[in-house]
């Protein structure tokens, strides 16, 4: 869990982090998350994220943060993870005792103590029945923005329904994790905001409003639990009485909108129309704000947190740094120096050498292996040192524009 405070200009005026495993060991994480026996299930405990919010506020208070200056707050949530408030939780929350830490005083909150998040992949079943129930994937992404993908929160809403229809029937508010977060801050149950809400398989991205047929699919009587979805940008109320009284926030202080952390890149890094974002990491990350989106079964179509009548795409490449490390390590020695001069060395183009590079199985587009092909089309079982190198980079980058181009990029002259 991370803080930032910046002033009206802009800078940093105070920066800090609670690290889950090594913080707050008690909930046994890695990485802040449980990996079941399954090895398919993967999990947070909810409670681990209260308690860490208590810590992060707590060491602002005791390093002398002044939050009465604080005007506005919001934050950016992990996408897909998913909160279940148990009936009754409200009182609780608007009512929360300011002598005691947070984390006390919502502890019988919770339906489902250990949270779905992005990393399970433990619902194919549920995934298959709902492209069923709406005619196949690509009419799920026509209207969702992406096919049915295994963490996105309406199929694990229905996982839940199917295993534990009683625990789902005590549930009156199902939170993503961004909004989940804006609810401890509100002290009352915050709106989806539509950007994060469209990576649920469950909202109409055109209309921004929950698609019957996809609720349906999932578990019943679901639109009241997961409420009206509202603009990423919406000012939700002043902060909970709560947070004044225990650490000297302003009455007046505004709640914003919580977004998925992937929209609130885009926004972070103030993307206009026609600009790409590419994150190289493990797994790369291509991110887009686009008018006239075609949503495929590769990528998602997410809307637009800065601007509710557009849209932001995003593509992930599963074989991003780790690939590029293997053939640094095989074709340079090890060195970045050695891999930069190779690359530089060789022509754009390659002289129409090409290569396809997957370690594991890619996610765009669904292939594995390492494929090369010569400047006549021909495959052929490896190229020399600095071609490899060459071969790599421009395969990556150009899988990058033409799957882009398929969700309607267009290439601005």
């Known amino acids: 869990l991370k803080v930032i405070a910046i002033d009206e200009q802009l800078r940093v005026i105070y920066e800090d982090n609670v690290h889950f495993d090594k913080d707050l060991p008690e909930f046994k994480t890695q990485g802040g998350v449980c990996i079941h026996s399954d090895r398919l299930t993967v999990t947070s405990p909810v409670l681990m994220w209260v308690k860490a919010l208590d810590m ?3 060491k602002m208070k005791s390093s002398g943060f002044n939050f009465s200056q604080v005007r506005a707050l919001s934050g950016a949530g992990q996408q897909h993870g998913s909160v279940y408030w148990k009936k009754g939780s409200i009182p609780i929350l608007k009512n929360a005792s300011s002598e005691l830490p947070l984390h006390q005083s919502l502890k019988g909150c919770f339906s489902v103590s250990n949270s779905p998040i992005w990393m399970d992949s433990s619902t194919a079943s549920q995934c298959r029945a709902l492209e069923k129930a709406v005619g196949g994937a690509q ?28 625990v789902y029937k005590q549930t ?14 509100l002290g009352t149950y915050a709106p989806i905001d539509y950007s994060d809400g469209s990576g649920m398989n469950l909202l109409q991205i055109w209309e921004k409003a929950w698609s019957k047929s996809c609720l349906d699919a999932c578990a019943p009587e679901l639109e009241e639990r997961l409420g009206c979805p509202v603009p990423s940008h919406s000012v939700l109320g002043p902060i909970s009485p709560y947070y004044c009284q225990r650490y000297g926030f302003s009455p007046g202080c505004k709640i914003v909108a919580f977004t998925g952390d992937n929209p609130a890149s885009l926004a972070g890094m103030r993307l206009q129309e026609g600009d790409i974002a590419i994150s190289l990491g493990t797994s790369d990350t291509l991110f ?24 932001m795409a995003l593509l992930c490449f599963k074989n991003g740094s780790l690939m590029r490390e293997r053939i640094r390590d095989d074709c ?9 001069k190779a690359l530089s060395s060789t022509v754009a183009g390659n002289s129409g050498n090409l290569g ?14 390492i494929h090369r092909f010569n400047r006549d089309n021909q495959k052929v079982s490896s190229f020399p040192k600095e071609v490899e190198i060459r071969a790599l980079i421009e395969g990556q980058f150009m899988a990058k524009r033409i799957h882009a181009e398929k969700l309607g990029y267009k290439v601005c002259k």
């Open 332 to 340: 340079a020695s090890g060195s970045w120096d050695e891999f930069s």
């Open 288 to 311: 887009l704000w686009i008018q006239e989106p075609t949503p495929a079964l590769e990528g998602h179509i997410l809307c637009n947190p800065v601007d509710s009548q557009t849209y």
């Open 56 to 58: 992060i506020l707590e």
């Open 172 to 185: 009156e508010r199902i939170s993503l994790v961004s909004s989940f977060a804006a609810s401890l801050f």
């Open 139 to 166: 009419s799920l992404a026509s209207v969702t923005g992406s096919r049915a993908y295994e963490r996105f929160t309406g199929n694990q809403i229905a996982k839940i329904y199917s295993q534990n229809p009683e």
């Open 356 to 369: 396809f590079y997957f370690d594991v199985m890619e996610i765009t587009p669904e292939a594995v292996g």
